[in-house]
C-alpha cells in the first residue's frame, strides 16, 4: 500500500511539472509596441544603481543587451507597461514616472513615496506611503485614491481585485500582518486577511485568481501564503522571491540576501516541492538574487542578480529556458531590482 501510495506521489510530481513544461510555445501574436529603442524582442531591467537608477534593455530573443544610462531617478522599485507606456515608482523622488516607447520620461507623477505598481491593462495601481491609487495612463493623471494601511508595499491585480501588502516601518513593533482585497473599479476595501509577518514587495497572482505573498523579517526564512479566490489563507511554501509560471510557483530563498535554495511548488496543491533539477545546480543561479520573474512570452525564467562592489561593475542578468537551465548570464546595470516585459 506504501508503495502504491509513492508511486502515486511521483506521478503526480511528475504530471505537475508537465504541465509547467506545457506552455513551451511561443505567443507568435507579439507585437513590440517599442520599436524605437533600437530591439525587436525587448525587456526592460529596473537597476536601481548606487546613487541614480537606470534601465537596461535586454533583447530577449537574442540575448542581447543596451543599456540606457540617462538617470531616471532615486531607488526606482518594480514598473509595469499600459497602453504602450512604462511606469516605474521613483520610491527617492514621490512619484510614479511615466516613460514612452522609447523610454523618454514623458511625466513625473506625484506620489508620496511610491513603493509598488501593477496594471489590470486599463489602468495603473499605485502603493505609496500608506494607500492605493489609480493612475490614468492616457493623460497620467491621478484617478483616485483609498487608504490600504500603515505601511503599505506591494501589490498585485486579480480577477477585478488589486491586492495590497501592509507591512510595518523598521522599528515598528506591531502590526504589519495583512493584504488588503479592493475592488479594481471602485477601491472600495472588499476584505483584509491576516497572515504572517511583515509582508513586503513581493505578490504575484496566478491564472485561476491565487494571490501568493510572502512575509519576510529579512534576517529569517520568509513565509509564503496563498490566497484564494473564496478568501480562504493558508501558509504555503517558505522563501523570499516567488514568480508565478503556469500552475507552478517558483521560490528563490535568501535570507539576508544571499541565495540558500532554488525550489518550484504546485499553485494547487503544497504537498512537497516539484523536483526540477537545474534548479539544484546552483552554482549556475545567483548567490546574491534579487528578483525572479517569467516572460509571459516565451516563459523562460529570469534571476537578477545583485553586486555589492557597485563602484567596480554592475550587476548580473541570469536568463533559463523552460526547464530552468542556464542560457546565458548577461552583464546589466548595477543593482538590477526588477524587469519588465511590455
Not at 504602450?84 to 514616472?97: A, H, K, L, M, Q
Not at 511615466?98 to 511610491?114: G, H, R, T, V
Not at 504572517?196 to 494571490?211: K, L, M, R
Request: hydrophobic letters at 35%.
Amino acid at each position: 500500500m506504501k508503495n502504491n501510495l509513492f508511486i502515486a506521489a511521483l506521478f503526480l510530481i511528475a504530471g505537475l511539472f508537465a504541465a509547467c513544461s506545457d506552455d513551451k510555445t511561443e505567443d507568435t501574436s507579439y507585437v513590440n509596441p517599442f520599436v524605437e529603442v533600437g530591439i525587436n524582442h525587448p525587456a526592460f531591467v529596473v537597476c536601481q544603481g548606487k546613487d541614480k537608477s537606470t534601465f537596461t534593455i535586454v533583447d530577449w530573443e537574442n540575448n542581447n543587451t543596451l543599456n540606457k544610462s540617462t538617470d531616471i531617478g532615486l531607488y526606482a522599485q518594480n514598473g509595469v507597461v499600459c497602453k504602450n507606456r512604462v511606469f516605474v515608482p521613483i520610491n527617492g523622488g514621490n512619484c510614479v514616472s511615466a516613460f514612452d516607447n522609447s523610454l523618454d520620461l514623458l511625466k513625473p507623477i506625484p506620489l508620496n513615496a511610491p513603493q509598488s505598481v501593477c496594471t489590470d491593462g486599463e489602468h495603473v495601481f499605485a502603493v505609496a506611503n500608506d494607500s492605493i491609487w489609480i493612475i490614468d495612463p492616457g493623460n497620467l493623471q491621478v484617478v483616485k485614491g483609498e487608504l490600504a494601511g500603515h505601511t503599505a508595499f506591494g501589490c498585485t491585480y486579480s480577477d477585478g481585485y488589486v491586492f495590497v501588502n501592509v507591512g510595518r516601518t523598521w522599528g515598528q513593533s506591531e502590526g504589519g500582518n495583512t493584504v488588503v482585497k479592493f475592488d479594481a473599479k471602485t477601491l472600495e476595501k472588499v476584505f483584509e486577511f491576516r497572515i504572517g509577518n511583515n509582508p513586503y514587495n513581493q505578490i504575484t497572482a496566478d491564472s485561476e485568481g491565487n494571490v501568493f505573498t510572502v512575509c519576510t523579517t529579512y534576517s529569517d526564512q520568509g513565509e509564503i501564503y496563498r490566497i484564494e479566490p473564496n478568501n480562504g489563507v493558508s501558509l504555503w511554501a517558505r522563501g523570499s522571491y516567488i514568480a508565478v509560471k503556469g500552475d507552478t510557483l517558483l521560490i528563490v530563498d535568501a535570507p539576508q540576501g544571499t541565495a540558500t535554495g532554488y525550489y518550484a511548488y504546485s499553485t494547487r496543491t503544497a504537498l512537497m516541492p516539484i523536483d526540477v533539477p537545474e534548479l539544484q545546480n546552483t552554482a549556475n543561479l545567483p548567490q546574491y538574487p534579487q528578483f525572479i520573474a517569467v516572460n509571459p512570452k516565451n516563459h523562460h525564467i529570469y534571476l537578477g542578480e545583485y553586486n555589492y562592489d557597485m563602484d567596480a561593475q554592475g550587476g548580473s542578468l541570469y536568463h533559463l529556458d523552460n526547464d530552468a537551465r542556464l542560457l546565458k548570464k548577461l552583464a546589466v546595470g548595477a543593482g538590477p531590482y526588477a524587469i519588465i516585459f511590455p
